[in-house]
Every structure is written in structure tokens, then in C-alpha cells.
């Protein structure tokens, strides 16, 4: 029983410098399509279900190409049309070691950016939908988007679909426009059945603080605190990463639900890691994908990790894993060539 | 003796698909950095002139590297500051055949474009400098550059600097901002002492048609309505160019002095057309180093044009060519390999 | 009006040497998809048909990959299945100058070939379709594929879809099992209403020989003989090639009608030809959108022509030309970049 | 003393995804030719030895192109013949982490599998050699190379000419044919003087199970019960493998001998492995030059080991590694830089 | 009837900017291997003939590289020994419309070049050898070369091995030792059964002018010089090439005989040529092939001169034409797509 | 306040193969510059100092592009003169787990090594310094350039330039000359205000041994050996590594000082390394940088020790690292990708 799950959200080109390279320390760049929202539609469809993409891509070559990947991938994307503007872009140069990875982002004058709030037609684009996927990307990026991930999320709850929503909180992106992050998130974490949030993300939202010995006990806190706050929010998820240097991180995830109930998988190693852009978007895949599935919550939690995890070893922005591969994740087995 | 030369203008970079595919056909990139007056003073400075960029760029990497492509080739890049916005950057697909290339710029909200025509200080700038050069690209960009333009070359025309004005008439450019290019096109060719131009440049500036039955004759009516409108400038240069296909053109030039003088050169022929971006900057950049250095009007024009034809054949907005080769053009000879 | 296009073929992966270099002479492969009839597809899609496939992949990641490509340049894909067997391969080293391009087909055992041909449900395939196309390299690839396209082609002419029917006879092919070619390609032309031929394809399939002092007269007498012997077809077309190298051609068409018109375009000189492979691809894709979109005879024949000249300039199987540039063509204009 | 060796086998393009890559993920293939018994010749060459292939490729291109590869690496290919079929293809995604590299065999109706055994003149193919090398995959590939191996064993071992078994038995090979490999594979262990194989691979051949409470005693009963089975049998080799993630094993190694002797070396801790393929050929490479080099079984064991290791690091199926760079891993030293 | 042919000469490593960059314009180069001589046995072995290549390497990474790409191509490298001193490399750029190409050879002290001339035991290297083949390459990088090419020459006049000089005149390459080019040419000019050469050659070595109204003439008036200053020489052969631009020539070539025969081909015209280099070496090949063949001289003639065309249009410094390919090309068919 | 550093030695071009290919594994190099001393230069001019270099390249395309990388990081290269001879080349394989890495040097004849040490005009090099930095690889080179280099050493100390020297010692440079290592060392340690080594390099300088538990004391006590023997020098600085495998080390630093102290500062562990080409470099450059911004000597220790942690991390021999990542390394923090 697939899903129809609409993603709205910004469509990125990913210019990438060559293996480790700094940014154009040899003249090319590897192009990738991207986008956090993107990149939850991809992973979803890759595991089955009907997920369509909102969107707004310039009327150029390079909008073409960015909605040709995504309906490659199989993603409908029906609606994402065409506005004035530019295709938002961002460079990236993969660290290593002790050097980290750089992105820079090149999303001013995008022409998801500068689509009118008032373009999208949010009961038409949710019709027969199941799930609604938003970001904190979205409103970040000005004021028309923002106006427009709100009123998505509105007339989702109140066309009874669901919705989830990712966090997300990158500061420099908000200084895109005279923005008040919290008023604006609170908005979008009211409408939320499910949000990808930790402590830090709560704690800005609510303006409040938390305390508790270690980061379980802080998430746990800051969860309870946005039940108490967003009545209609069920779930808060979040994965918990230790980076011992850029390409060897532990990484766990827990999930909060308001009936109580406390989730805390146990860690995965990563060494060697290929490509950590994407992760925390195949991670709420992949919750989204097993709590869509009938899994438990615990099992849907331990789906998301691992569909994390196996995109760490993907290069590029999307996750292309299948079942069986993040099944094999979770039992740990299967590192040998398969013939 | 080489001159000291000061371009002004923004320094792009151009993001090209491989070979001849179409852009974003296969994933990848391929970069180069230009921009019309930055050609020029590269061109200069391969030919040993002190050739000084003014500029501005973003403070991140793309400014960096762009910045340090102009250092690689000699370019005193002193006085390229970085101003807040983005990188210029313009997207090329080379075409072949019946195919033309395509160019999509994408240089809105540039570092250039947004820095303030008060942000430059002129006299210091153009200190000791034998030739200012500068195009119509630049006050296409906004009103700022426009305004910078005009006031560098008024100061240079003060200064006694020659003026070189490179017309490049874009019209898509000019709608960056609620422009008049007319109006502004006149101040930078009343300012000029050598303006690269043919009729129509000339005639949309002064809003007047000329006549003639052949464009060489419609090119000298309107030199000689320039040289009544400016009372500065004494030459005018262009190019002549035949398309038998995208790959395949006849190249001339001309130009026409104030004190009566027409030269035509004959044509070459260019087949299997290697890159046809920057030729006109070669050709501009040749032609200034042929008066810069003793030679006659005629030789220069050659020389220009030698150099313009010489680009055609180089992957890349820079022409690398030294007088060396421009010359073995103009003789014709050397086609074996050198070894 | 967009129409609604089948076309049933093979999918194949071409695996090329890069540049000019011999097959494996360093060790890489380029990769394209492509197929006749999906290249067909691909190029009516680009000028705006809702143009889908049907078609057997195999069950494994190049299946998923030559899919998606389709997909991708927005083909309906709903109608190709997988099935046991290969994905159809072939290799191409693209020659030069006096050294003629060599593609070393690798589709024995392929799932297409091995499907069988009662697999395919053509009264719900062709359900809502204005024009089937088929061409005669299906038949060739063994007896279920003869079998499904002769199907294919009664079913589509019973339920009023006209019929397009590219000869394409590739002699090797034939030679995957015991046919009778022109046994099986009569059956085809039976159906068809426009078949892409020339006098050779004819004399072939009927058994006789035309004589002309030209290459038109013997074409125009086939295409009578044609009428003749298949009173369903209306129109016979073909390009007209010379080539006096491998990568400089003359190409011009032909079309002659039941109704008596004979249409011959004038030639385009093709110099620095980037790939010819897909051009008699992009030439039917040309007329069948030029009739289809109520041109005249001559007109479609000649925007035809005008996608082929293009193709010529396009790396890999596909067309990816929009109507615009193909009138540019037709007009001889446009040579320079576009800006 | 170098020795003369003839391997039998099919040889093999390995078309490999870019680094980490999917399948397809980009447009490009990388080459490399293999083949399990191809790989022991390239290593046994490498390692000084007079070794000479025995095998049947397509007359084409790719042909050509493999064989070409062989003789590049001093394997003498006079008895590699064309005849019909198909080049015996392998697709590669090179995984990482948690993500288990992909093989996507392509080698039905290969010239190899498809060429009679009738066809090897094996008492002429052996004339002369101190070994013949043999693996698993040969009979599982068809009827044909099943017979052409028993008979190749059964005249080496009339000959004079000791036999090398390496089972590599890959289930999904033997679908190929109406095949029971324990039968077939009875046949080569009866014939083989030393044996590469586990207990699993014994237990197949003998339909017996084996018990113990480690690897080591399974594969040591395992090893007795075979030489209880095939008389001519003197040793059984196996590496120990232990993958904590895919790119992160422990490797170690065993022989156990006729005699009685019991071999176990220590583990290697291999990180950041560069491409697993073809270790177990170095290794049989490596342990079959320790034992023609007068070494003692267990420093052949521990060379074969460290050439095992090496190849984990070295791209593409072959091992390039020489005596001395085999050494300096045995005695785990130089790991900097060699100026 | 394939002949025994011994090549005497340097092998070198060609480090190639891609594409028509400049050197290093990308950091970047693509590598190939070459020298006269070698290129030479590679173009005899894909004809089939027993070619082998007597040589010094250095011990090192790049001599066995070098080596083994001519293993690759079936040349016998047995004769090719390793010795104290460099690879020989050379850097190109390959030009392109009025850019010529640019070889920088950096060849000093290159182990060929160091290698004594008493090293080789030319009785021995000569033995069952038909064919003889150097170039004047050789006697110019140095004494020692120079003593081992005019031993080879001698020891084959005696032993009744034809000798075929390639006269390859390079001033530059003279300068690596004090040389009298004159008076080394003619030691081998003297033992020569066929030479490549022209009038300007000839010239050269005989300290002669000649004159006559066209090329044909002079080099006829030349040639007949040649017969009378070296008695056992028989035939003088050479290309003729007009150079329009870079890449665009006619090639014709030409034969004298001994015995009053003038041979003159008619010429072809190369257009969009892909690589220039050992195009003379392929002609050298072909010539000699037909020769051995019992072609007429005008058919070897013409069959080195297609052989020499079929190379401009293949990558890197050898032609890997076979018999058919360079036939194809004498019969001026077969341009189009082979299936 | 930055400083005026004035470096000399030979710039090189690296000729790397691809990833963890061996050379020529594939026909293709990657090319980077660099050398010992120039590698210095770019990481302190990356650091803001004025730096200069003092070399002499060939008259060619090669010395041009090595020029112009060091110019692009921002290097003075106007004491950079060109000369008779070859480019300095060093073609290197990259290599991995248990395989080193391969430097094969080719330095012979170059520009560098054959320049006249009586050519460099110090006094005038010099003018205005505060820093001269030199390396052990120089005199390596030959007599010309030992003379030059302990005629820089003089003069710096003469006119109060601060003297830097690396030992940098390679046994096989040092063959290019009839030479006496120890005997030119000495000269140079004798004017160094501040010499990287270890205890094997003074041993080496000093011709005798010494003894301690540990490394450390070791290196301790030759440092006082050394300031008892040269009584300018005032510091000794090395780093301390210990190789696990190819790609995993762990590495501190150690600072012993005329005045006693002694520094040692905890070690890194470096796992998945990218390039240790250059990392001593860095170090230099980075405990440079320290100590000419006031630093106490263990945090220049440190900030060097962490500059070459990160240069690990960096493909090619220079480190781009500015200060912000150099002290992020030194605080364990920011391994997240940084948006």
C-alpha cells in the first residue's frame, strides 16, 4: 500500500568540486540535483510510494535538467512549474579528515524564491494526498515561501492529510529576508503530526531552554515541551551524531511520541564516509517510510537509521537505496560482493 | 615599450557542458573564467603589457579562484575588492553545425553589480595608466556600474588616459535594471578615443539609421555620424563577420579614422571553429597593442583581426596567443607542427 | 494539439569510445540510451507529444537505468515491463574523416528479443493513441519480436491508429533466426500508412528492382510499386544522403504520396557532423510532428529534414531539439550564440 | 627458476561505475579486463613466471581488446582463439560502508561458454608446463567448459602436469546450464593436487557436513574428509575472511595438507579497501608462486596472504604487485613514501 | 607472408593536453606512446607481419609502460632492454584552425640516448629478419645512437636484410650532441634499399641544390641524385602535403625508382584532421607493407598513402588500421555507419 | 604584520596517476605543482605573508604553467628566471592500505640544477627580508645548486635575514652529484636560525650517533649536539610519525630550543588520508607562520603540527589552509559540513 506523498519545497543544482578538492581547484565541477524536500521525494519513491513534488524552477535549460532528474527518479512533478527568477544552485567541496565539507549556497533571486505564495493551489496540488513532507529550508528562503509552506501545512490539516516537517534550521538562510524564525516555525510545528527536530531546533521555536545530563535526556525535555505547545504534533524525531573527524561519525536516532513513549536506537560506525549531504533527508524518509508501513515505532525509527546510514555511502544528494538494502542494514549483514 | 592598461568590468565565470552536449546533458561542468574586459586584459598581458583589473567579487571561494585565474595570467589584480552578493556566472552550451551555442547568464545580484559607483576612487585608480578600457557590458549590469563607468571615464579623459569603449551591445543584459541605453551608451562614447563598434551600435546610441549597399558602407556613414556626435573619438573598429554555419565563418575587420582613413582587411576563413567566445575581446585587445605599439592603422587592424582568428581556435574566453603567433597568422604560414 | 504516440521497439545502452578513439583504446565507455523507436519517442516528446513506450527490459540496474532515461526526456514509461533475459547492448567507436564509425551490436538473448509476443496486450496499449510507430528493426531481433510487431500493426490499423513503419533493414539483425525478411516486413508494410523507405527498402520487401537515371527516379517508380502492392500506405519518405567522408554529408529528403505528390527538398551541406547515429530517428520524428501538426506535405517533409541536419550536431541517440530551433534551421538563420 | 603455467578460463570486460557510484549514476563506464583465471595469469606473470592462457573470445573489437590486455601484461594469449558468441561482460558498483559492491554478470551465450570442448587440443596446450591452473567458474558457465575442464585436469594429470583448483563457487553461474555441480565439481577436486576452498565449498562437493566449534576446525575436517575423498589431493588453501563493513575486513589465511600440517596465519586488518575483486585470485597466485619457489608451505601461505592483501588496494581485477612489494607486506614495514 | 621486421629507435611517452587546450591549460594529459620507429612496427603488426623492436628503457614505472603498450599491439619486445638514464617523453598541444601543434620534446638524456652503441649484437637482433626499418630520429640524439644505427645498417647490408631509412630530418633533436648531420645521414642513406625522403632531404645529405618547377620535379631531379651517390638504394618515397590550416590538407605522395619509374598518386583531401602525428610513420608502414606484399609500386605507393590518411583520423601516435580499413579507403567507399 | 619570506629550490610538476592507479595503469596524469620550498611559499602567503620565490624554470610551456600556479596562490615569482634545461618532473603513484606511495624522480638536466649559483644576486634577493627558507633538497641537486644555496644561507645571516632550513634529506638526489652530503649540510645548519630535522639528520650532518629510550630523548639529545655544533641555531623542530598503514599514521610534533625547552605536543590520529605529499611542508610553513606571530613556541608547534594534519587532507603538495581552519583543527571542532 503505497503512500501519495507530496513534497514541497526548493529544487537545487549541487556543483561539486572533484573528490576532495577545494572549490575550483581544478576547473570542473560534478552537477547533482538536490533539494532537502527533493531528496525526501526521491528516497520515497525509490522505496514505492507515489510522491509528487511543488515546486518553481526557471523556464531555462537548468530547470529543465533539475525536473528531468526528479522525474527520472520517478517523481511526479506535474506541479513544479516554470517562474521568473533564477535556478538556485549550491557549491559544495567535500572535506576530509580534519577539513570540513564547504557549501555554499547560491539561492538569492531563485525562482522558488520569488514565486508569489498566492501561485500555489494547495487544496487542488493535496488532493487524495496522504502526507504533506515541508522543511525549514522553505521559509527561510523569503517571505513569499514562507507564506506558502504555512498555508500548505494549513489546508493539509484541514483537508486531514498529514504532515511532516523537517527543521532544518540553517541560520544564514534566514537572512534572506526581515525574518522572525521562531514566529514563522511555530506556525509550520503547529500543523506538524510529525517533526524532525532536536533540543536545539525546540528550544529556538519555544524560546525556552532545556537541561538534562545528556542529549537523550535534553530531546526528551524539549520534546515533551512541543507536545505541550503544538497539540496536534505526535511525533519528534531526530538522529544523534558524534563526529570523531569529518569522515567517521557514530550516529543513533531517537524518537519522542507524545504518548509517552522514548526510542533510542543503538549507534552505527561510519568510517570512510562517501557523501553526507542527504543523510537527514533519507533519514526522514525512511521514518516516514516505515511509520507509512505499519512498522512500530521503534522499527520505523531503525529504518530511517539505516536508510541514513547506507546514504552516507552514496554519492550525491539522493538516496537510491531500495528495501531489501536498508533491511540489510539493519541486520547487519551482507558486506560481501553480491554476484 | 608595453603600456599600462586598466579594464573594468566584471569577471565571470563560465560553467561549460562538455564538447558539444547540451547543458546538464551528462553531469559536469567545465570552468572558465572571463568576462569581456577581463579577456582583454588578459589578451594584453600575454602580449607584455602591465594590463590591472578593477573589479569587484565576492569574498568566498568562486571570487577567489576567479580572482587567481587573472593573477595566473599576469593581470595585476590589486584592485578587484570584494563587495557583498554573488559570484557572476554565465552557463554555455557549445553548439556545432546548424546548432548555435548557447549562453544563460546568470549574473543577477552580482558582487559587481551591487557595489557602489562611490566605491571606486578613479584618479588613485587610474594613476599612471597610459589606456583605460571598458564595454557596454558594464552599464547593462545596473544604474552602480553604469554611473561607475561613466565616472571612470570621464576622470580618465581628465587624466589624459586614452579610452577604449568596447560597445558589445546585449539587449537582454540591459534589462537588469529600468535603463536607457541610449542615454547611457552616449557618455561612454563621448568619452572614447577608440570605440569597437559597427552601425548598428552606432546607430542605436545616436537613434539615427544609415544607409548603404554594402555593410562596409554603412559601417563608414556611421563612423562619420559618430565622429560628428563625439568630438574625442578618433577611431572606429569592428569586426566583419560571415556565418556559414555555427562552425563555420569568414572573419574581416575594419575600421574608420576621424582624419578620413577606411581600412579593410581581406577575410579569413574559419572552419571547425574551436570556441567563438572572446574573439571579439581578442580582436579589441589585438588591435590596442597594435597602436600601442608603433604599428600603422592598417597593421594594427590586421593584427587585431590575426589575433580575433587566432582565439577561434582556443578552448576558453582568455586568448594565451603571444606576438609570435599572431604574426604567423597574419603571414599565413606554420601550419605543421612545431617541434 | 499534441498527439498520443506508441512507439514499440527495443531500448539498448550505447556503450561509446570517447572522442574519436577506437573501441577500449583507453580504458572508458560513454553511455547513451537509445533504440530506433525510442529515439522517435524521445524527440516527439521534446516537440510536445505525449509519446509512450512499450517495450521489455531486464529485471536489474541497467533496466532501471536505460528506463529512467526516458522518463527522464518525459517519455510514459507505464508500458515497458521487465522480463528474463539481457539488456541490449552496443558499442560504437565514431570515426573520422576517411575511417567510417563501426557499432558492434550486442542484443542476443536480450529480454525485448525473448519476450513473447503474446505478452503484449495491444487493444489496451493502443487505447486513446493517435499513431503507432514501429520500425523494421523489431522484427529483425527474432520471431516473438516479428510476431508482436505485425500484431501490433493489425491491431493499431483495426482500431483506426495510423500506422508509421520505419524500414531500418539492418541485414546482421536478420541473421538472429531463421527469417524470411521480406516475408515479415510485407506484413508491416500492409499496415502501415506512412512507411520511411527508400527504393531499396521496396525492391527488398517486394521482390523487384526500379530502374531511373536518378537516385529520385527509382525511388519515386519504387514508391509507386509500393501503392501499389499496399493500399493502406499513403506516403513514402526517406532522406537522401552523400556522403564524401564520414563527417561531411549532403542530406536531403524526398516524399512521395499516393495521391501522386512527389516532394524533394533542396540538400543542407553537413560538415564537422558530431554523430549521425539517430538521425533517421530524428528525421521521422520530424515529419510525423510536422503532418501531425496539419503542415503541408512539403513543409513537414522539410521540417523533418531540418531535425535530422540538427541531430547531426547532438552527441548521443537522442534529439533533444524544440520546435524553435528546428525552424531556425529551416530559416538558415541563427548561426551565432545566443545570448 | 620460473615456472611454465597454463590457465584455463574465460576472460572478461569488468565495466565498472566511477568510484562509489551506482550503476549508471553517471553516464560513464570505466574498463578493465579479468576473469578469475586470467587474474592468476596477469599475478603469476608479474611474479616472473612463464603463464599462458587458455581461452576463446568473440572476433570483434572487444576481443581484441582483452587478449591485448593479457599481452600487454607478458601473458602469453597464442592459445586464446575467436570463435562465435558474444564477450563474456561483468557490470561493477563499487559499494562502500554499508553498501555491499554490486556484480551484474552479462556473460550468456559467450564465445568461451558457447565453444566446444571438443575444440582444445589439451596434451599440446600442456606441452611443457609445470601447472595447470583451473577454477569453479569454467564448468558452471555451460556443458561445454565443464567438459573442457575435466578434460584439461584429466590429461594434466596423465601428463605429468600438477593441477590448481580454485572452486569459486557463485551459484547464480551455474543457472546457466541443466547442471549438478557437485558431480562436475568432483571431477576437478579428483584431479587437483592443490585445492583453493572452505569447508563450505568441500561440503558441497561432497554432500557432507562438517562441524566444529570454529572456522578453522570446520574448514581443517572438512580439509581431511577431501583428502579422504580424491587421493591426488595434497593441500587445501583458503583465505579467512571477516568484513566488519565493506570496506573494512580482517583477512587471514589457511592451508591444511595431506600430511597432516595445519597452517594458520595471523590476521591483516585491512581499512579502507580500494577494490576487493581478484584477492582471492592474488592470493591462489600468491600461494602457487610461494610453493614453486622452494618456500615452506607456510611462508607460501603467508606470501599468498600478502598478495591478497596488496591487491585490496590496487584497482581493477589485477594484481601488478611484485616479489619485493609482496615482501615489504610480509614483513610490515614501508609504509611512506617511496622517492 | 607475413614478414620479420626489425624496428630500431626510441620509445617515447607522448603527454598530451586534451583536446585543443594549451599544455597545461587544465592540469591535466593524456598519455600515449610513440616514437617513429614504434609506431612503425605497431602499424606492420596490425598488418600482420612479425614486427619487432629493438630498444633501451629505463628501469622504472614508465619504461615498462612504454613496453607494454607495445606488447599490447603484438610487437616482440624481447630486444627491448632496460639501461640507465630517463624515459623519453615529449609534451604536446594539439592545434587546431590557424594554431599550429606543439611538440616540446624533452628526450635528454633518455636511456636510449645514453645506452652504448656496443650494447647491441646486431648479427644476433638481425637474424631471420626480412626487414630493416630506422629513421634519422635516432643518429640525432646523440654519438652513441648514431654508431648503433650505422651498425644495424651495415651489419643487415651484409647480412642481406633490406634496409628502409626514414630520413624524419628534425633540427632541433640534432643539437643534443656535436653532429655533423650530413655525414651521418649519408652512412645511412648508403646502406638503404628504400628511403623516406624529399628533395629537401636529399639536399640536405648530399650538400646538392636542385631545381625544377614544381615539387614532383625537384624531387624526381633529387632522387636521381640519391640513386647516383648510393648505389644500393632503390626507391625514394614521400608524401606531398598542402597545408591550407591546421587542420585542413591535400596529401598526395610520390615514388622514385631506381629504375626510371615516377609514381604519383592523386591526393586526398583531409578535413577536420584528428591527429597529425605519425601520419608519416603510417605511410612509411603501408608503403612497406605493399611492398612486401607484391603490390606494384604504384599500388604500395597508394596503399601507404591511404594507410597515412586512415591515420589523421586515429588518436595518439599509432595506426591500428588493418588491411580492409586502409582498402576502404583506396576505393573511396564506405563512409557510412558500419553495422 | 606580515612577514617578507623569501624561499628558494626547484619548482616541480607532478605528474600523478588517477586515484590509487599505478603509473600509467591508465593512459592518463594528473598534473599539480610543487617542489619543497615552493610548497612553503603558497602556505605562507595563504597565511598572509608576502612570500617570494627564487627558481629558475626552462624557457617553455612547462615553466610558464609552474610559474603561473605559484603566481595564482599569490607568490611573487619575479625572481623566478628562466634557463637552459628540462622542467623538473616527478611522475607519482598514489598508494593505499598496505601499498606506499611511488615518487619516481626526474629531475636530471633541469633548468634549476644546471643554473649557474653565481647567477642569483642575494644581496639584492634579499633585500628587505625577514625570513629565508631553504631545504636539504636543493644542494641535493647539484654543486651548482649547493653553492647557491649556502651562498643565500650567508648572505641572509650577513644582513640579518632570518635563515629556515629543512633538512629534507633523500639519499637518491643526492646521486646526481659527486657530493658529500654531510660535508654541504653542515654549511647550511651552520647559518639556520631554525632547522626542521630529526635525530637521523644531525646524526647524519654531525657523523655521530645518539641514544635514548624513546624518539624523543633521542631527538633531544642530537638537538643539543646540533646547538653545540652550530651556534646560531635556535631551534629544532620535527614532526613525529608513526605509520599504521599507508593511509593511517598518527602524527605529533616536537620543539627542542637553545634555551632548553623542550615541546611535545599530543598526537593526531590521521585515518583515510588524501595526500601526504607536502605535509612537512605545511608543518614548516605553519610553525613559521607561528613563530612570526608572536605565538609562544608550542602554540607555533601546534598551529604547525595542525597545518599539516590538515595538508593530509588536501590533494596536491600545496595547503590552500588559511588560519580559521588551521586553528579549527588545533580546538577538535567544526567537522560538520559548514552551510
Known amino acids: 500500500m503505497p503512500k501519495n506523498i507530496v513534497c514541497f519545497g526548493e529544487l537545487l543544482l549541487r556543483l561539486g568540486a572533484p573528490g576532495h578538492e577545494r572549490l575550483l581547484q581544478t576547473p570542473r565541477l560534478d ?22 513534488m511543488v ?25 513544479v512549474h516554470t517562474g521568473a527568477g533564477r535556478q538556485g544552485l549550491y557549491f559544495l567541496a567535500t572535506g576530509a579528515m580534519h577539513r ?16 508569489s505564495a498566492s501561485g500555489y493551489d494547495w487544496p487542488r496540488l493535496l488532493a487524495g494526498a496522504d502526507l504533506l513532507h ?42 534572506a529576508w526581515d525574518s522572525d524564525p521562531p514566529v514563522v ?10 517533526a524532525f527536530a532536536d533540543h536545539r531546533d525546540i ?3 519555544l524560546g525556552q531552554t532545556t537541561s538534562g545530563d545528556s542529549r537523550e535526556q535534553r530531546i526528551e525535555a524539549a520534546a515533551r515541551q512541543a507536545f505541550g505547545a503544538f497539540p496536534h504534533l505526535q511525533r519528534i524525531v531526530t538522529t544523534l551524531r558524534t563526529q570523531h573527524s569529518v569522515d567517521h561519525h557514530e550516529l543513533g536516532a531517537m524518537m519522542v511520541t507524545r504518548d509517552g513513549g522514548v526510542h533510542r ?9 562517501v557523501d553526507r549531504i542527504g543523510t537527514g533527508d533519507a533519514f526522514a524518509a525512511g521514518v516516514l517510510h516505515g511509520l507509512s508501513s505499519a512498522m512500530t ?36 549483514t551482507g558486506f560481501d560482493v553480491r554476484r
Not at 547533482?32 to 510522491?51: F, T
Not at 515546486?55 to 506541479?79: F, K, M
Request: charged share 15%.
Open 55 to 79: 515546486s518553481v524552477v526557471p523556464d531555462n535549460a537548468l530547470g529543465v535538467a533539475t525536473v528531468g532528474e526528479l522525474r527520472r527518479h520517478g517523481v511526479d512533478v506535474a506541479a
Open 203 to 205: 528550544e529556538l521555536v
Open 265 to 273: 536506537t543503538t549507534d552505527y560506525t561510519l568510517t570512510a564516509i
Open 31 to 52: 552537477v547533482v540535483v538536490g533539494g532537502a524536500e527533493a531528496n525526501v521525494a526521491v528516497a520515497l519513491a525509490q522505496l514505492g510510494h507515489a510522491a509528487a
Open 297 to 332: 515505532d521503534a522499527d520505523a525509527l531503525h529504518f530511517g537509521l539505516a536508510a541514513a546510514c547506507l546514504k552516507h555511502s552514496e554519492p550525491g544528494d539522493f538516496s537510491r537505496a531500495n528495501q531489501m538494502e536498508i533491511e540489510a542494514v539493519m541486520a547487519g
Open 185 to 194: 516555525l511555530r506556525q509550520l510545528f503547529a500543523e506538524a503530526d510529525i
Open 134 to 175: 515541508l522543511s525549514g529550508v522553505t521559509p527561510a528562503l523569503g517571505a513569499e515561501t514562507a507564506a506558502a509552506a504555512i498555508a500548505a501545512a494549513r489546508v493539509a490539516r484541514t483537508a486531514g492529510v498529514q504532515v511532516s516537517f523537517d527543521g532544518n534550521y540553517r541560520a544564514k538562510l534566514w537572512a
Open 100 to 115: 570540513a565539507s564547504e557549501v555554499l549556497y547560491d539561492r538569492a533571486q531563485s525562482a522558488f524564491a520569488l514565486a
